[in-house]
């Protein structure tokens, strides 16, 4: 009625547009401070009739300003009252701002430009240039012959191994995020989801950390929009998360599908697409379903072709959107940390044999996928098809040391090149860990190897599936030889190395990972010599603030900015061919058997509140800024030395 009634009063000799240029209510500050329905049901009531205004009258309105960004200071009312979209915490020196239910909502209404989305709104994946299958690599020498990347680097001293380096990474880098349905999504038995290996583990009490679980964790399954808010405000160009198994297949099976699984993927991928942000899947991220498990797990050779039908319906209900895939999240966590030390679900202790029965496995199962991609969707979709591999760089702890150098090469070979050589060289493992478990083997009086072998068919099919090299990474550790015990067997006695911290590099939350920034540098180049200069998405790398967790993180500032500076390193001095970085984690979350203890995300995340406010640390605005860079730049003609989250700088030419 006032908009008509400005437009007939004031406008019919002059038609000058309506500005609206505050609308807004006040809610009192207390009760459920973030769940401000009334602020919701207020904004659409007025900004509807705004609609109507300019639709159905014909009234030229032509813009709509919402009272206020945040909260503030309200005259009289002090800050007892707030207009804001975003909390403040005015007793905090550090003034956090949280977005409310209504900033969600807000940013909805923008993006939708009303409210209402067509029903033939129609969202298409990027477009991927088709990749050529990799070529045959012949096997690795014993040493490898990328011991070049020791010799090259292992004699740097302190100061080129930390002088600072300005530049920008390619045009087209994909910047990025990461989660994992587990860690996020809670709704553990909402919609139909069945139980997976991870919701039995964390009901069995005593087994975490304050009885810690999965079961509402950040409540992604319930708040889309907050996650797609976070992402948009961080600009990044692609988020990496995973599929819930036992979402989309509650026991496991095509037969048991749940179909408002898939409705809630579809509306994570369309959402991400409509923000011009590309996933990245996983496929499977340890939550095996407890169906399978019951069935023997990873170490049951029928999982081979189960994991394959379920790939095949996820290539066939996604791929049309999704271009990036990844079909095992760190498989050597799986075989080694849940097979072999029993340390993560499902928590069996067999560290000399089901380890390589389940990794021999888990390759034939993302070898069939890969080809079940290949043969299927690759010609109609277009997309690339990988596996998540994770790595620590190894250093020998003395350089000039041969044997030291071997031992290196060989910690690096049992660990990456477990899953990467047969992937991405001949078919098969390298021959370093072939020669050392057989060589156990044999002293052990057994007739045969403890470690699988693959036939010439197999080889053949295995070899080259994968089209990029995705690499998860977090540390570096130190070797040197020794002499690993024949009893018990154990895959960590096979290596025959002696492996501690890096001495000299910053700790962190958790105990024996360091933060070792030129480790990234060198293992870069490492996969660059390894595995042919293949196109490298790191596809993890980040590191924890113990609890209680603070907005002011300077410690993950410094970790993002020298690690990220490696990786430009890598890229612009060293060639290796390194096409995305995702951050670890867009938000706090269940870290695995830290329970909530350890704390990775850019944003935190109050989970003493049922409504999982979300609030920035200081790390997500500099995130955000190396994103708006795409790198390090250059100002005012200073060089720099990360030596914190601050940079000291002395000015170009000048010496230390």
Not at 68 to 87: A, I, P, V, W
Not at 255 to 273: A, E, F, H, T, W
Not at 552 to 565: A, G, L, Q, V
Not at 578 to 587: F, P, R
Request: net charge negative.
């Amino acid at each position: 009625m006032l908009l008509n009634y400005i437009s007939k009063e004031y406008l019919n000799v002059v038609n000058v547009p309506i500005y609206i240029t505050g609308n807004g209510m006040p809610t009192e500050y207390g009760g459920d401070t973030f769940n401000d329905t009334s602020r919701i049901e207020y904004m659409r009531g007025y900004i509807n009739e705004a609609l109507k205004a300019i639709l159905t009258d014909g009234v030229n309105v032509q813009r709509f300003t919402v009272q206020s960004l945040m909260d503030g200071f309200e005259g009289k009312q002090g800050y007892s009252e707030r207009f804001g979209l975003h909390y403040v915490e005015f007793e905090n020196p550090e003034r956090p701002r949280t977005p409310k239910q209504s900033a969600y909502f807000y940013s909805q209404v923008i993006e939708q430009n009303g409210f209402a989305l067509s029903k033939g709104d129609v969202y298409e994946g990027v477009k991927m240039q088709l990749p050529h299958r990799a070529p045959a690599l012949p096997p690795s020498e014993v040493p490898s012959k990328s011991k070049v990347v020791w010799e090259k680097f292992s004699h740097q001293s302190e100061l080129q191994r930390k002088l600072y380096h300005f530049g920008k990474f390619p045009q087209d880098f994909s910047w990025g995020v990461s989660s994992s349905a587990y860690q996020i999504e809670g709704g553990w038995n909402a919609d139909g989801k069945g139980p997976s290996i991870w919701d039995v583990y964390t009901h069995t009490p005593g087994t975490m950390p304050a009885d810690a679980n999965g079961d509402v964790a950040c409540d992604s399954y319930n708040r889309l929009d907050e996650d797609l808010y976070m992402l948009r405000a961080l600009r990044v160009k692609s988020y990496r998360f995973s599929l819930s198994w036992s979402r989309i297949f509650p026991d496991g099976t095509r037969s048991s599908l749940n179909q408002k699984g898939v409705d809630y993927y579809n509306r994570l991928i369309n959402g991400l697409l409509a923000n011009k942000i590309t996933p990245m899947v996983t496929i499977y991220h340890w939550d095996l379903p407890q169906a399978l498990q019951d069935r023997g797990g990873w170490e049951n050779v029928d999982m081979i072709d189960i994991f394959n039908d379920y790939c095949d319906f996820c290539f066939a209900a996604f791929g049309d959107r999704v271009k990036l895939w990844m079909t095992i999240n760190q498989p050597h966590s799986i075989a080694w940390l849940g097979y072999g030390l029993g340390t993560i679900p499902p928590s069996i202790k067999n560290p000399g044999i089901s380890p390589y029965i389940v990794a021999h496995n888990l390759i034939k199962a993302h070898a069939k996928a890969y080809h079940t991609y290949d043969d299927k969707y690759r010609t109609s979709q277009g997309g690339l098809v990988s596996i998540a591999l994770n790595a620590d760089w190894i250093e020998p702890k003395d350089a000039n040391v041969p044997r030291d150098v071997e031992s290196a090469d060989r910690a690096l070979q049992f660990q990456l090149g477990w899953f990467a050589h047969p992937i991405f060289k001949n078919g098969d493992y390298p021959d370093a860990m072939k020669w050392q478990i057989s060589a156990k083997s044999e002293l052990q009086d057994l007739s045969e190897s403890r470690l699988p072998s693959f036939t010439e068919e197999e080889k053949n099919y295995i070899k080259g599936t994968a089209d990029m090299f995705c690499i998860n990474h977090y540390t570096t550790k130190v070797v040197t030889f020794a002499t690993g015990k024949l009893s018990p067997y154990s895959y960590d006695d096979d290596r025959d190395v002696l492996e501690t911290e890096e001495p000299d590099s910053p700790t962190t939350a958790y105990a024996g990972q360091r933060a070792v920034a030129w480790g990234l540098r060198r293992l870069l180049n490492w996969i660059k010599e390894e595995y042919g200069n293949p196109q490298i998405y790191v596809t993890e790398n980040g590191v924890p603030s113990p609890f209680p967790i603070t907005i002011e993180d300077t410690d993950r500032i410094f970790y993002y900015k020298s690690y990220i500076d490696e990786a430009l390193k890598a890229q612009n001095l060293d060639g290796v061919n390194v096409k995305g970085y995702m951050a670890t984690s867009l938000m706090d979350s269940f870290e695995w058997m830290n329970g909530y203890n350890f704390l990775f995300g850019l944003h935190h995340v109050d989970f003493n509140n049922p409504n999982r406010p979300r609030t920035p640390k200081r790390s997500a605005h500099y995130y955000c800024q190396v994103v708006k860079d795409n790198g390090f730049l250059r100002r005012l003609g200073q060089d720099c030395w990360p030596s914190s989250a601050t940079q000291t700088c002395r000015p170009e030419g000048t010496l230390w």
